[in-house]
T-cell receptor, first 113, second 108 residues
Framework: EAQVTQNPRYLITVTGKKLTVTCSQN?????MSWYRQDPGLGLRQIYY???????DKGDVPEGYKVSRKEKRNFPLILESPSPNQTSLYFCASMQWRSQTEAFFGQGTRLTVV | RKEVEQDPGPFNVPEGATVAFNCTYS??????FFWYRQDCRKEPKLLMS???SGNEDGRFTAQLNRASQYISLLIRDSKLSDSATYLC?????????FGTGTRLTVIP
């Protein structure tokens, strides 16, 4: 089954404690991206990747890092989380060349206290 | 300027009504356009792609106006199950961008 898998689904952590949210897709998609969703602000792009070892900043990259060492994985790293990073996070992947449907993970609800 | 601008609503309509959403985009080089549906903080799911000539899927009609840089979604004969947030999605050269979403509530 074609899918994007995010883990964990829910996470409560403390300020400053490094964390990683994993994202994996099994569709051999070139394009992967991370979004955060906050009330009234919609989905905002954090980082995206067009292919292995190619990553670029989106609209709200501050406080986040990503890596794309393999095509299927695109982890989101918060080196020193702060309360303003409390949000709902989505990972997405897409077959970039054909520009067809983007598939989303189920989301990670992160709370930083 | 945002890549994609969308009226957040909310739109509250009675069952059976026709409702339309518009969305404007800023990058004239954008190549692909979509409407996604999102239910209650779940992941967005593709509702339909938007083609230059316009396209229809049952009660849903999507249109693209490249000259004015907007896309639209028309829902006819609204059902209670149509209640959701509708996101317009634009794909220019550096990723895919979402509007803030329009919240639709269909009232019995």
């Amino acid at each position: 089954e074609a899918q994007v898998t995010q883990n964990p689904r829910y996470l409560i952590t403390v300020t400053g404690k490094k964390l990683t949210v994993t994202c994996s897709q099994n569709m051999n998609h070139e394009y992967m991206s991370w979004y955060r969703q906050d009330p009234g602000l919609g989905l905002r792009q954090i980082y995206y990747s067009m292919n292995v070892e190619v990553t670029d900043k989106g609209d709200v990259p501050e406080g986040y890092k990503v890596s794309r060492k393999e095509k299927r994985n695109f982890p989101l790293i918060l080196e020193s989380p702060s309360p303003n990073q409390t949000s709902l996070y989505f990972c997405a992947s897409m077959q970039w060349r054909s520009q067809t449907e983007a598939f989303f993970g189920q989301g990670t609800r992160l709370t930083v206290v | 300027r945002k890549e994609v601008e969308q009226d957040p609503g909310p739109f509250n309509v009675p069952e059976g009504a026709t409702v339309a959403f518009n969305c404007t985009y800023s990058n004239s080089a954008s190549q692909s356009f979509f409407w996604y549906r999102q239910d209650c903080r779940k992941e967005p799911k593709l509702l339909m792609s938007v083609y230059s000539s316009g396209n229809e899927d049952g009660r849903f009609t999507a249109q693209l106006n490249r000259a004015s840089q907007y896309i639209s979604l028309l829902i006819r004969d609204s059902k209670l199950s149509d209640s959701a947030t509708y996101l317009c999605v634009v794909s220019p050269t550096r990723g895919i961008f979402f509007g803030t979403g329009t919240r639709l509530t269909v009232i019995p």
